[in-house]
C-alpha cells in the first residue's frame, strides 16, 4: 500500500453527503486552523510547524481539510464561493462538538475566518489572520507578481512537476529558499495529484472590507514585508477595520509566515492566545 503524503485524522459526514477531513490533537480550549487555497494545500502540510506547539500549551487544535482540498471530498459538480467554504467548515465544527473557538487561518483561510466571524460572531472568540484574502476586488489580486507566476506555472500547457512546484514557492511564497523542503514539496506535490480544477475555477470570494467593523473580538493579524501575493493596501483595510486588531508586519517575509518565522509566529500567536 502507497503511503499518504500527509498524516490522516478523521472524517466527518455533512448533511450534504460529502465528507470532511480534519485532523483533531489535544485537550482544553479550542483553535482551528484554515489553510490557504494553493495547489495541494491541505490543513497539516500547511501548518506542520505550528499546530504542535499549541498542542503542547494546552490547546485543542482542529486542522480541516476545506472542501476541495487535502482528504475532504472534493466534488466537481458545484462551484466554490466563500459561502460553502463557511458553511462547509461552520457544520463541521458543528459535527465536532465545539461551540467557541479561536479561527487561525491564512490567504483563503484567512478570508473564511473573516467570513465566520461576520456570520456567527457567536462561536468566535478570537482571530490569527495571515495576510487573508477578502479585503480587495479580484483584479488588484492579479495584478500582483505572485500571482502572475501562479498563472504562468499552473494555467500553461507544460505539466506541473515536483520541481516546477518548488520553484514556485521558492520564487512567490517565501524569502528564504531553504524553508522550501522536499517533505513539503513532496506532500504538496501529491496532494495536487487528488485535486480537481474546480475549485479553481469556480471559487469566488468578496470584499468583506466595508464589513470588517463589524468584527468585535480581539484579532491578531501577520503580514510579509516581502509579500508577493496579496496587495499590501490589505494591511491598513485590516488595521482600520477590525477594530480589536494587533497587526504584526514581519520583515524578509513572503506570504508563508507560519513557516518561513514559525518561531515567531508561534511565540506570538501563542501569547496572544493566552494573554490577549
Not at 482551528?32 to 499549541?54: D, I, M, Q, T, W
Request: charged share 20%; aromatic share 8%; with cysteine.
Amino acid at each position: 500500500m502507497t503511503a499518504k503524503p500527509v498524516p490522516e485524522g478523521r472524517y466527518v459526514t455533512l448533511q450534504s453527503g460529502y465528507k470532511m477531513h480534519l485532523i483533531d490533537q489535544g485537550r482544553g480550549p479550542v483553535v482551528v486552523f484554515l489553510h490557504g487555497s494553493g495547489s495541494g494545500a491541505c490543513g497539516h502540510s500547511n501548518f506542520k510547524h505550528n499546530y504542535p506547539e499549541l498542542v503542547a500549551a494546552g490547546f485543542r487544535v482542529i486542522l480541516i481539510d476545506l472542501l476541495g482540498y487535502g482528504y475532504s471530498d472534493k466534488p466537481a459538480d458545484i462551484d466554490y464561493p466563500l459561502e460553502l467554504f463557511v458553511a462547509t467548515v461552520k457544520e463541521t465544527l458543528d459535527i465536532v462538538g465545539v461551540e467557541r473557538y479561536t479561527l487561525i487561518g491564512n490567504s483563503l483561510g484567512g478570508a473564511i475566518a473573516l467570513g465566520l466571524a461576520l456570520a456567527h460572531p457567536q462561536a468566535v472568540e478570537k482571530l490569527v489572520l495571515m495576510a487573508p484574502g477578502g479585503v480587495e476586488d479580484q483584479p488588484e489580486y492579479f495584478k500582483m507578481p505572485g500571482m502572475a507566476l501562479m498563472k504562468e506555472v499552473f494555467m500553461s500547457a507544460e505539466p506541473v512537476t515536483a520541481a516546477r512546484l518548488k520553484d514556485f514557492f521558492i520564487r512567490g511564497m517565501v524569502v528564504d529558499p531553504s524553508v522550501v523542503d522536499e517533505q513539503t514539496v513532496n506532500e504538496r506535490f501529491q496532494l495536487m495529484q487528488l485535486q480537481n480544477p474546480q475549485v479553481v475555477r469556480t471559487m469566488k470570494v468578496p470584499n468583506l472590507t466595508q464589513r470588517l467593523h463589524e468584527i468585535q473580538c480581539p484579532a491578531l493579524g501577520f503580514w510579509g514585508a516581502d509579500e508577493k501575493m496579496m496587495p499590501e493596501s490589505g494591511i491598513l483595510k485590516l488595521v482600520h477595520g477590525v477594530k480589536n486588531l494587533r497587526m504584526i508586519v514581519v520583515p524578509r517575509c513572503g506570504h508563508w509566515v507560519m513557516v518561513e518565522h514559525r518561531e515567531l509566529f508561534n511565540r506570538m500567536t501563542l501569547d496572544f492566545l493566552q494573554h490577549g
